[in-house]
């Protein structure tokens, strides 16, 4: 049986730092932080943990295990302030490179320790299986984290290997291959870099990094042993409220400039670039053809809208709707996943192209990230600008969306820029990079 109570907190930054490096010492630590920094949740070590076993089925799995969750909670009266937290991957586990360990087939937790925090609370909610340990879940806590010295950061050196010439090449291949098929209008191919540092990254560092420098997108974290999962990412796949949905169709890319006029010229052209808005039409196309059975009252502005975060711009529509009554988030989720702008247009052709011609598997990397409580109601966003971390290893990962106009060279330099969120958080903890192709 599952046992549950909340308490308000009011923390000083310099206790939540606190917390949140011992927190890092755990087997477990989940982070999701809203795009609004309006709502967050943080997830301290775990009660239960679920890896589901197909990508095919991973929605329905996660779903009965939530349902089995709620089935043995003591008490309806927090279900709203309770929540799992994880990840879906991508695909399911493949024979390609795989360096994801526990993470390869998606990964969800039930915290033991779950704060919760909104623009009106702030709380933190103790879960146990046994009896508590105090009448005091502030105690409970305390005692629960390890106690860790400050965290200290060595300098190191950083060396990257990428293959961006292979990759070109297989953009070409892709290219090639829409001009001739007729059935085929978009393929995302993504790409890695791999960073090794010469000491420990510091897994506090990266996330006092994050926030830092990666402001107005989600913030994504997973931690299961010695891996660490981070995300900085400006999409949302979907948020339900009730029976409320939101979703976005997001596709096409431009630079950000720290020039104002220049900045709106590279947003007014991306508004006006013929390839990027056929390819973030697609995206509105198939979104709104797998939702059309779920929902009722579906809202799609006629034109896209500028999404900016701190080194590119995309263009956005808003998407709306009210769920079916026999419809979940989980249903949601399966439907929309892969979105075409993240696996491709129709993705039963796309997809085998992917699993061709990528030399990594993708993992987390552009699969639902998210949190959903026990009353049904949650939020995934779409994990892209994200690495994987374990000890002095990054594995970076950047995709792009390949249409018939698809210039190689040009998606070589778009993926580039998308590397760049995460290589910010690695240089701010050691600084110089050295770069072998």
Avoid: C
């Avoid at 305390?142 to 953009?171: C, D, I, R």
């Avoid at 006006?272 to 056929?278: A, F, L, M, P, S």
């Amino acid at each position: 049986m599952l046992q549950a109570r909340k308490t308000a907190i009011s923390w000083t930054q310099a206790q939540w730092q606190d917390f949140e490096n011992r927190g890092l010492q755990l087997e477990h630590y989940a982070v999701f932080e809203s795009a609004d920094q309006q709502a967050a949740w943080y997830g301290f070590g775990a009660v239960a943990t679920f890896t589901p076993t197909s990508a095919t089925t991973a929605f329905q799995e996660v779903a009965t295990w939530l349902a089995g969750l709620q089935q043995e909670l003591a008490t309806t009266a927090l279900r709203q302030d309770l929540a799992i937290l994880g990840g879906f991957a991508f695909t399911t586990f493949s024979q390609q490179h795989n360096a994801w360990g526990d993470l390869a087939n998606g990964y969800f937790i039930l915290p033991r320790f779950l704060v919760k925090r909104t623009s009106t609370e702030t709380a933190l909610v103790e879960l146990t299986r046994n009896n508590f340990a105090s009448d005091d879940s502030l105690v409970d806590f305390e005692k629960f984290l390890p106690m860790v010295a400050a965290v200290q950061v060595t300098n190191g050196h950083l060396n990257s290997t990428e293959q961006a010439a292979v990759w070109q090449q297989a953009v070409q291949q892709v290219v090639q291959r829409l001009q001739t098929d007729p059935h085929l209008q978009k393929v995302v191919l993504a790409r890695t870099l791999q960073v090794t540092n010469t000491q420990p990254f510091s897994n506090a560092h990266l996330l006092r990094a994050l926030r830092q420098t990666q402001t107005a997108v989600y913030h994504l974290v997973l931690k299961v042993a010695d891996q660490l999962f981070i995300s900085a990412t400006p999409e949302r796949l979907v948020a339900v409220t009730g029976k409320r949905l939101a979703t976005a169709a997001v596709a096409g890319t431009a630079a950000r400039a720290a020039d104002l006029q220049v900045d709106t010229a590279l947003g007014a052209a991306l508004l006006h670039d013929q390839k990027n808005r056929v390819e973030q039409q697609i995206v509105v196309q198939e979104i709104q053809r797998r939702l059309q059975p779920l929902v009722t009252n579906l809202v799609i502005p006629a034109q896209p809208q500028l999404l900016k975060s701190q080194q590119v711009q995309h263009l956005y529509t808003p998407i709306t709707a009210q769920l079916r009554p026999t419809v979940d988030l989980f249903k949601v989720v399966a439907a929309l996943h892969p979105t075409p702008a993240l696996g491709g247009q129709p993705s039963v052709s796309a997809l085998p192209l992917i699993r061709q011609l990528e030399s990594e598997y993708r993992g987390l990397f552009g699969a639902p990230f998210g949190y959903v409580t026990f009353a049904g109601d949650g939020e995934f966003a779409v994990a892209i600008r994200s690495m994987l971390v374990q000890q002095r290893q990054a594995l970076l990962f950047a995709g792009a969306g390949i249409v018939a106009a698809s210039q190689p060279a040009a998606e070589v330099r778009e993926t580039a820029l998308k590397f760049q969120p995460m290589l910010q958080l690695l240089q701010q903890q050691v600084g110089d990079i050295s770069n072998e192709k």
